[in-house]
């Protein structure tokens, strides 16, 4: 049922060097001292500390009831930076968005199942959700979701050959070398396709943004934020919280 795509964002090195001894030489030099023959370098890189981007599929087309459900929000939005929102900020409390609201819970418990592993009980539930709404030549500014655990955005339309997310870095890095080839080691952002039916789940601290569009039709998702229920933290290390 699930596709899993994991992305990082967030390691440094496009070639990272293991095991590498440098050897100091001593002594006197008279003159040209040829190179000693290099043996084979054998390396590995390690994604250490990956942000987990996870991709789901719904698998069906939307009811005439969820489609009507989607043109009425549509009719009545509220300004955002860039694009437009739906009024009803609690969009997935409606009887309308029961199965998809069931969905994204289920997608939500995979998502802790497979990436987070938790060691005690402790379930993700869904908080605020909302429509966006991004006409041609529109855009969805730069941000981070506050009080929330894991977010997810759906698409009820969007063209993957053209529609995408863009996340980006949000660590400060002093030094800057700039790269001749991007790689998921090396950039500073990472893009993924937004096709319809494509739910995305990644960590709320995770920057992202809707550049620009340049489809022809308008792009509608549906967003979510969540917060935790259970234990979190651990009773022998004096950090649990039961919430």
Not at 137 to 165: A, C, M, T, W
Not at 167 to 172: G, M, V
Request: aromatic share 12%; hydrophobic share 35%.
């Amino acid at each position: 049922m699930t596709a899993i795509v994991i992305d990082s964002v967030e390691a440094d090195s496009d070639k990272p060097i293991g095991d590498v001894e440098i050897l100091g030489i001593s002594g006197t030099m008279s003159g040209p001292v040829a190179a000693p023959a290099q043996p084979n370098i054998i390396t590995e890189a390690y994604g250490l500390f990956p942000t987990p981007v996870m991709r789901f599929k719904i698998g069906r087309e939307f009811t005439e009831t969820e489609s009507e459900f989607f043109e009425a929000n549509r009719s009545n939005p509220r300004p955002n930076s860039g694009n437009t929102t739906s009024e009803d900020r609690y969009i997935l409390r409606n009887q309308e968005m029961l199965d998809l609201s069931q969905f994204f819970q289920r997608c939500i418990d995979i998502y802790m199942q497979e990436i987070i592993l938790p060691k005690f009980p402790v379930r993700p539930y869904i908080t605020q959700s909302w429509m966006n709404f991004t006409e041609p030549g529109q855009f969805h500014h730069r941000h981070e979701h506050p009080n929330s655990y894991l977010s997810g955005v759906f698409y009820v339309h969007g063209d993957p050959d053209k529609d995408r997310i863009l996340f980006s870095k949000n660590n400060y890095e002093q030094i800057s070398v700039p790269p001749k080839n991007f790689t998921i080691y090396n950039s500073p952002t990472w893009w993924l396709p937004a096709g319809t039916g494509d739910l995305l789940i990644f960590p709320s601290r995770l920057t992202h943004q809707v550049e620009q569009t340049v489809s022809d039709s308008t792009r509608i998702s549906l967003s979510f934020n969540t917060f935790l229920q259970g234990i979190i933290g651990s009773a022998d290390e004096l950090t649990e919280l039961v919430i």
